[in-house]
């Protein structure tokens, strides 16, 4: 069923086969950060403008909300032409995306 796979596909809240709709689903991915961090260490032989920094992981929602999320949901929400039920699920997509209890913690950057 693909449940235990470390590269996954996502549609309306259900995992979907990876290529079921290219471009339309959102993929997720099990990723070492800690070992991913560690391979890319400075190096005496990188010179320094040369050399990868890591920062992170971060949970999803610290980052989302330090990128500008609320923000751009709340300028969305202001325009003249949104309506009051598009308003709410701005809303409410932003409260899925970084709450704790739902993906803001459980996924991270």
Same mark, same amino acid.
């Given at each position: ?5 470390t590269?996954? #596909?996502? @549609? &309306?809240?259900? =995992?979907?086969? /990876?290529? @079921?709709?290219?471009? =339309?689903?959102d ?11 560690? #391979? ?11 050399? $990868?920094?890591?920062?992170? %992981? ?5 980052? /989302? *909300?330090?990128?500008? #999320?609320?923000? *751009?949901? $709340? &300028?969305? $929400?202001?325009?003249?032409?949104t309506? %009051?039920?598009?308003? =709410?699920? /701005? ?5 899925? /995306? ?12």
């Amino acid at each position: 069923d693909g449940t235990a796979d470390t590269l996954r #596909a996502f @549609s &309306n809240h259900k =995992q979907v086969p /990876l290529t @079921s709709y290219p471009g =339309q689903v959102d993929v997720t991915a099990d990723v070492d950060f800690f070992a991913l961090r560690n #391979a890319i260490q400075p190096s005496e032989d990188v010179p320094p403008e040369r050399q $990868i920094h890591a920062f992170g %992981p971060v949970q999803q929602g610290e980052f /989302l *909300m330090r990128m500008g #999320a609320a923000d *751009m949901v $709340i &300028n969305s $929400i202001e325009q003249d032409d949104t309506t %009051p039920e598009q308003a =709410q699920k /701005l809303s409410d997509a932003l409260k899925y /995306l970084v709450l704790p209890e739902h993906m803001g913690e459980k996924f991270k950057v």
